[in-house]
């Protein structure tokens, strides 16, 4: 099984649209969770942490859920310049960070 | 000026041969990586240090080396290149000082990618 799980999508909504990502981790023991964005054929760049309490950037929203392992990431209001491959990364016991193979977004007009 | 540079950018190569990625990064960081990235795998770890003197393996190192000439500088060598190690290849940096306040809150910055292709 591999450690980090997303759904690749694509996922395609409209402009304004709420759209939400969830992501599974099987190691019990990590403690540190992100989601990075990644524009096509561009570098990933760190969108937000995702803290045990939830955390929210503007109208992005990250939950962690340690019981069931899952990270979720809400956007609200979507934009077009949203479209993107979001990354669910997970830091295992250690330093190395696990990377998700992404979800794909594409916000219509 | 980026913070993290990769040279080159571009690379088309034949099996057999000796390949040089380089990294360099002027944002003072003490660890550094190398991944690769191939369509519906996502990024996998090569090759990771935490200083001049630390080089770790990540999860595919087969058929890869690298050299951490300065804090700044981490280079990937493939040493006879082959066609499955076509793949778009990225160097990260991230900052100790960082996690060590938080441990394990390592946030890693990326440079622009190197896309190889061996024939």
């Known amino acids: 099984r591999k450690e980090v799980e997303q759904d690749p999508g694509p996922f395609n909504v409209p402009e304004g649209a709420t759209v939400a990502f969830n992501c599974t981790y099987s190691n019990s023991a990590s403690q540190s969770f992100f989601w990075y964005r990644q524009d096509c054929r561009k570098e990933p760049k760190l969108l937000m942490s995702v803290y045990s309490s939830g955390n929210e950037d503007g109208r992005f929203t990250a939950q962690l859920n340690r019981a069931s392992q899952y990270i979720s990431l809400l956007i609200r209001d979507s934009k077009l310049s949203d479209s993107a491959t979001y990354l669910c990364?997970?830091?295992?016991?250690?330093?190395?960070?696990?990377f998700g193979k992404g979800t794909s977004l594409l916000v219509t007009p | 000026d980026a913070d993290v540079t990769q040279t080159p950018r571009n690379r088309i190569t034949k099996t057999g041969k000796r390949i040089m990625l380089e990294c360099s990064q002027t944002k003072g960081h003490d660890r550094m990586y190398w991944y690769r990235q191939d369509p519906g795998l996502g990024l996998r770890l090569i090759y990771y240090?935490?200083?001049?003197?630390?080089?770790n393996k990540g999860e595919i190192s087969d058929g890869y080396s690298v050299s951490r000439q300065a804090q700044a500088k981490f280079s990937l060598s493939l040493e006879s290149a082959i066609p499955n190690q076509t793949a778009l290849y990225f160097c990260?940096?991230?900052?100790?000082?960082?996690?060590?306040?938080?441990?394990?809150?390592?946030?890693?910055?990326f440079g622009p990618g190197t896309r190889l292709t061996v024939l």
């Open positions: 990364v997970v830091n295992r016991a250690g330093y190395a960070l696990n």
């Open positions: 240090s935490f200083d001049v003197k630390d080089i």
């Open positions: 990260a940096t991230s900052d100790l000082r960082d996690s060590s306040l938080r441990p394990f809150t390592d946030t890693q910055y």
